[in-house]
């Protein structure tokens, strides 16, 4: 069997987020992923789309879209991804992944380029929002925030207890303004942060007792 495609996305949901109801929703969340971004200026980001976003993006970095089971942009890649182990600052995945079994070696990727103190963001559909009637049909699935958060613990992430709400609840306009939890909102962001923890535990030193004082001569 040929092996899943990196974006874990069939092509039919990568056209609806080029359709108006998808633009949307995408341009909605442009705020927050350039926020994302910018959060660790001294090292470069990475940041996968489901499909080319026309925006201006402060630092370095890669952007990427998803391609036929693979991802293109200024480089054309699959997974394993083409980068040093922790040289990224901040990853951005944006309705990229499926819940489920794929998209697991995506997260291993993206925790192996992620320096220690580095963030992952995900953006993913709200499974109770209205919005999800303008999806339907077009090979997307959306999920609870939590199945992220265990899916960033399995890749050795720390996540965040808290997620942001965005994008519109039913008509599709533009809305910037996240809010804090998911509510009806059509997506959601969760975000994670790789810390350096120490391979062995380190044994703290037994304390020497001081005298209590110098006898006299």
Same mark, same amino acid.
């Given at each position: 069997?040929?092996? %899943?495609?990196? $974006?874990? !996305?069939?092509?039919? =949901? ?6 108006? *109801? @998808? ?8 705020? $927050?992923?350039?926020?994302? /971004?910018?959060?660790?200026?001294? /090292? ?8 080319? !976003?026309? =925006?201006?993006?402060?630092? +370095?970095?890669?952007?990427? *879209? =998803? ?8 480089? +054309? ?26 998209? #697991?070696? /995506? ?9 220690? @103190? @580095? ?6 559909? &709200? ?10 049909? &077009?090979?997307? #699935? *959306?999920?609870?925030?939590? $199945? ?29 303004? %996240? !809010?804090?939890?998911?509510?009806? #909102?059509?997506?959601?962001?969760? +975000? *994670? ?9 380190? #044994?703290?030193?037994?304390? /020497? ?9």
């Amino acid at each position: 069997m040929p092996p %899943p495609p990196a $974006t874990g !996305q069939p092509d039919s =949901a990568r056209a609806w987020f080029g359709s108006d *109801a @998808g633009l949307a929703l995408l341009q909605s969340e442009q705020p $927050t992923v350039l926020r994302a /971004l910018s959060e660790r200026p001294a /090292l470069p980001w990475l940041w996968f789309g489901p499909v080319e !976003q026309v =925006a201006r993006v402060e630092g +370095r970095g890669l952007r990427l *879209a =998803a391609d036929h089971g693979g991802w293109s942009g200024a480089a +054309r890649c699959s997974l394993p991804l083409p980068l040093a182990t922790e040289s990224v600052g901040v990853v951005v995945l944006q309705h990229v992944i499926r819940p489920g079994r794929d998209g #697991r070696g /995506l997260f291993a990727e993206c925790a192996r380029v992620l320096a220690p @103190g @580095g963030r992952l963001w995900v953006f993913a559909l &709200n499974p109770l929002a209205p919005y999800r009637w303008r999806w339907r049909g &077009n090979g997307l #699935r *959306a999920s609870e925030p939590l $199945t992220w958060r265990r899916r960033m613990r399995e890749a050795g992430l720390v996540p965040e207890p808290v997620s942001e709400g965005l994008g519109p609840g039913w008509k599709v306009h533009v809305s910037h303004e %996240p !809010q804090d939890g998911p509510g009806l #909102r059509a997506a959601y962001a969760v +975000r *994670a942060e790789k810390r350096a923890w120490p391979l062995t535990p380190i #044994r703290q030193r037994a304390r /020497l007792p001081m005298p209590e004082g110098i006898p006299a001569a």
